[in-house]
């Protein structure tokens, strides 16, 4: 069936991508707890209860910045993985962290049009229509860890990049709500990104 359909073979996954995938997400869930017990900690009001929140969160960010130490340095001990990261940092709103999240879970970034890239991110607007019914375009699917990281980095890149605060200052004077305005800000920044990888080459502002 493969000859037939003249299917092109999948590459097996990179042992260094994979691995630094799992580091991601143990920090994710570190981070998360640490934030879930922030929140209690505003809550409650028992002196013992309100001690065993803080030392709790103490142990969680010791956790997260060995694990952050283990990301950079298996990064850096791989040289394409070093490599892209470079890159990627040299756009505006890209730290070590988003650059490391977008490295190892959106591989494809770099190799596929921006159109596939955005739908992969979750990024691309779909049709909400029904028969005669047009609905509003909304943005779903994708990957939800890769969205929330551009949507943070499209937010501090159009505070700095000349075009993107010229782009969210000209959707905010247009009465387009604040979400819908970074995620088109965020959807220009991933196009931005994809070429860098796919160009070899660092960060260029414009639109």
């Not at 969680?60 to 940092?89: D, F, G, S, T, W």
């Not at 049009?113 to 609905?135: K, T």
Request: aromatic content about 4%; overall charge positive; hydrophobic content about 45%.
């Amino acid at each position: 069936m493969g000859r037939a359909l003249e299917l092109s073979p999948t590459p097996p996954p990179d042992p260094a991508r994979t691995r630094l995938a799992a580091l991601m997400a143990r920090r994710d869930d570190l981070t998360g707890e640490a934030a879930r017990e922030a929140c209690r900690l505003k809550q409650a009001r028992e002196a013992f209860v309100r001690a065993d929140i803080v030392s709790l969160i103490r142990i969680l960010k010791r956790r997260i910045v060995r694990l952050e130490a283990e990301i950079a340095a298996l990064i850096k001990a791989h040289e394409p993985l070093a490599e892209a990261e470079q890159r990627l940092r040299s756009a505006p709103g890209i730290g070590p962290i988003t650059a490391a999240s977008l490295i190892a879970r959106l591989p494809e970034l770099g190799h596929v049009s921006r159109s596939a890239i955005a739908n992969l991110a979750g990024l691309a607007p779909h049709a909400c229509d029904s028969g005669q019914m047009r609905g509003q375009r909304r943005i779903w699917g994708g990957r939800k860890e890769v969205r929330t990281s551009l949507y943070q980095a499209a937010f501090i890149a159009s505070r700095y990049d000349p075009a993107l605060k010229a782009l969210r200052q000209r959707l905010q004077d247009a009465g387009k709500p604040f979400k819908v305005v970074i995620i088109a800000v965020a959807r220009i920044l991933l196009t931005q990104l994809n070429a860098i990888l796919r160009e070899q080459r660092n960060y260029r502002p414009g639109i």
